[in-house]
């Protein structure tokens, strides 16, 4: 069976802290692709990063970092300094070869003044 | 680039009645997919099209549920006799592919209350 575990229902931090956003992931796919999504209390998703299963390469985006690990099926989400902005639910996202996503229950940030 | 866009954005039934939403997705854009999303949940995939042919469909899609996308540009998804528990949010998604796995791109959603 495919699907994606953010054990964090909720976290709260205080602007300008670092936070990091878990995903564990389970499928028996050798080729498979994991994402994350935002999703603002505006409620549209967006798209943040793609990661195909043979990229394990660490990837930094502004204040945005993703660590995929493979041996432990991770790929884990950490914003920097964080911002007011930045408060939303974050989705992880697991898509077998040309196919649907399959989310995670997802993880609430707010992100205090 | 015009994103993806649903129609209606909100809309309240009685239980019983048929609704009918509708996404069209960003121009050229091959794939398309819908989504159901209930309050505290990560969305849950319903069914997927490429060009005009429905390739996938979950089991979540009961026979009350249809969806189309005739031409392959716009889709509908109507869902008849409706019940209280198809309350949620239907999100509709797009991407291009030519083989592999690819970026889905949402719309706003359809936020559906039955009464």
């Known amino acids: 069976a495919q699907k994606v575990t953010q054990a964090q229902t909720e976290i709260s931090v205080v602007e300008k802290e670092d936070v990091t956003l878990d995903c564990v992931y389970e499928t028996r796919d050798t080729t498979y692709y994991l994402f994350w999504y935002k999703q603002p209390p505006s409620g549209e998703l967006v798209f943040l990063i793609r990661?195909?299963?043979?990229?394990?390469q660490n990837e930094i985006s502004g204040r945005y970092s993703w660590n995929f690990q493979k041996s432990t099926s991770s790929f884990n989400f950490t914003i920097t300094a964080s911002q007011v902005v930045d408060s939303a639910v974050y989705f992880c996202a697991l898509s077998p070869f040309r196919g649907k996503l399959i989310f995670g229950q997802g993880t609430t940030l707010q992100v205090k003044p | 680039d015009t994103g993806v866009s649903q129609d209606p954005r909100h809309k309240i039934t009685k239980r019983g009645q048929n609704v009918t939403f509708r996404c069209d997705p960003i121009s050229e854009h091959n794939r398309l997919y819908w989504y159901r999303q209930t309050l505290g949940q990560g969305p849950e995939f319903l069914t997927y099209f490429q060009n005009e042919a429905q390739l996938e469909k979950s089991r979540l899609l009961s026979d009350r549920f249809s969806a189309e996308r005739p031409k392959g540009s716009f889709s509908t998804l109507e869902i008849q006799r409706t019940e209280q528990g198809d309350s949620a949010m239907y999100l509709c998604?797009?991407?291009f592919g030519t083989g592999g796995t690819d970026t889905q791109y949402f719309g706003p959603g359809t936020r559906l209350t039955v009464l």
């Open positions: 998604a797009s991407s």
């Open positions: 990661r195909n299963s043979f990229d394990e």
